[in-house]
């Protein structure tokens, strides 16, 4: 490929991932929220579907909610499920908070993936499998940790 240049490997040291992460994914998010936000705007079919699928009074949690673009969901039943949104990126929480318009203000936690702020098994299981930025095998060991407490196993009546 003409003009292609090689991207240099960066070394990360075992005692410092949270250091390279802060520095290269948190506050990238950060500083490019706003496009990423506009990247992002269209819901994944299949799990739109699963939010409509889901009883009254059902709680979930969006764990790298992003811009909140899954909170306003299901659009059948407004109001029926509530989505509480979780994202490393205060930029995009900001985003987040008026996700669907209509001047509803959608329920946001700051937080990291591996926290852990809340009893476990509080919520059910409503969306991706988040946080593929994680870059080292013991963070991404606990963050697997942490999801499965964070949340019941879904079972309808």
Same mark, same amino acid.
């Given at each position: 490929?003409?003009?292609?240049?090689?991207?240099?490997?960066?070394?990360?040291?075992?005692?410092?991932?949270?250091?390279?992460?802060? &520095?290269?994914?948190?506050?990238?998010?950060?500083?490019?929220?706003?496009?990423?936000?506009?990247?992002?705007?269209?819901?994944?079919?299949?799990?739109?579907? %699963?939010?409509?699928?889901?009883?009254?009074?059902?709680?979930?949690?969006?764990?790298?909610?992003?811009?909140?673009?899954?909170?306003?969901?299901?659009?059948?039943?407004?109001?029926?499920?509530?989505?509480?949104?979780?994202?490393?990126?205060?930029?995009?929480?900001?985003?987040?908070?008026?996700?669907?318009? &209509?001047?509803?203000?959608? &329920?946001?936690?700051?937080?990291?993936?591996?926290?852990?702020?809340?009893?476990?098994?509080?919520?059910?299981?409503?969306?991706?499998?988040?946080?593929? &930025?994680?870059?080292?095998?013991?963070?991404?060991?606990?963050?697997?940790?942490? %999801?499965?407490?964070?949340?019941?196993?879904?079972?309808?009546?």
């Amino acid at each position: 490929m003409a003009g292609a240049t090689a991207v240099q490997a960066v070394s990360v040291s075992d005692s410092q991932p949270q250091n390279y992460e802060d &520095e290269h994914v948190h506050k990238v998010y950060d500083e490019i929220a706003p496009h990423f936000s506009l990247t992002r705007y269209k819901p994944w079919p299949v799990i739109a579907a %699963f939010l409509s699928s889901l009883p009254t009074g059902w709680v979930g949690l969006d764990s790298g909610t992003g811009n909140g673009k899954y909170l306003p969901l299901p659009e059948d039943r407004p109001g029926c499920v509530l989505t509480v949104g979780l994202d490393r990126s205060r930029n995009l929480l900001q985003i987040a908070r008026k996700a669907g318009g &209509e001047g509803a203000v959608r &329920e946001v936690v700051w937080g990291d993936a591996l926290g852990h702020p809340w009893r476990d098994g509080a919520f059910v299981r409503n969306n991706k499998s988040h946080r593929n &930025e994680l870059n080292k095998y013991t963070y991404i060991f606990a963050g697997l940790c942490n %999801f499965s407490r964070d949340y019941t196993p879904l079972v309808y009546p």
